[in-house]
């Protein structure tokens, strides 16, 4: 009985062994059970696990499947990434990262957390594309800063995060600091400076007073709202 389990450990302990080494040019796998398929190109993770990169990205999911020839992770159940280096956390049902690509798509329940301020955007789905450092959310998106007090709702947002850019595609609506509503397309928000503007027709509401105006801009800082073709009811 000894020699069977000392045999079976020997066999566990090189095919660990062996999947790191096959595997440590892309990722780390730190797992319970693991399924080494295709010789040596497919691995599979039924129970959770982490799994690291030279690159920053740390990962904790359920499931996982590794396609070396690809160099595609496939990872599922309650996944948590941990971007390092851009200081992002986002938490998903799914994921496909195109490690070649250094893409990560989500799916399913998608939050992005930033660790170095305090935007949080919901959304069902993220590209978030790390070469390029943008994190384009689709489908059901709300950003948000509680701090500053502004909230944008689309279907439709890319966030440029080194030049702290924000834009929505189609219609738009959010509010700012508890005080206007506003609703337009195709909206652009400049997070350094605070302002919101877009060439499209926009209204903005507040306990008072109906503004209805063409090419605006707000300025989140100065409470400023100018446009074109004002209407105020």
């Given at each position: ?6 045999i ?6 090189f095919?660990?062994?062996?999947f ?15 399924q080494?398929?295709e010789n ?6 039924t ?15 359920d499931?996982f ?20 280096i ?12 195109e490690?070649q ?9 998608s939050?992005?957390?930033s ?5 949080i ?12 450092n ?14 500053e ?16 850019k ?10 700012i ?40 801009i ?10 074109e ?5």
């Open positions: 009985m000894k020699n069977k389990l000392f079976i450990f020997i066999v566990l302990f095919n660990f062994v062996f790191k080494a096959l595997s440590a040019e892309s990722f780390n796998f730190d797992v319970t059970e693991i080494v398929l040596g190109n497919k691995f599979i993770g129970k959770r696990g982490t799994i690291t990169s030279s690159n920053g990205i740390i990962i904790k999911a499931q499947e590794y396609d070396k020839k690809l160099n595609i992770l496939n990872a599922n159940g309650n996944v948590e990434i941990e971007d390092k851009n200081k992002y956390l986002i938490t998903t049902r799914n994921i496909i990262y490690k690509k250094e893409i990560i798509y989500t799916k399913g329940n939050k992005a957390l660790l170095t301020d305090d935007i955007i919901y959304s069902e789905n993220f590209n978030y594309d790390r070469e390029k943008i994190i384009i959310a689709k489908k059901n998106v709300i950003l948000e800063n509680k701090k007090e502004y909230k944008i709702n689309s279907d439709f947002i890319s966030y440029f995060l080194t030049e702290d924000i834009f929505s595609k189609g219609k738009t609506s959010g509010l600091k508890s005080k206007y509503n506003f609703e337009s397309k195709n909206v652009t928000f400049l997070k350094n400076s605070m302002e919101l503007f877009s060439k499209e027709v926009a209204s903005f509401t507040d306990k008072n007073n109906f503004y209805r105006l063409s090419n605006f707000y300025s989140l800082k100065k409470e400023e709202l100018k446009g073709k004002i209407l105020i009811k």
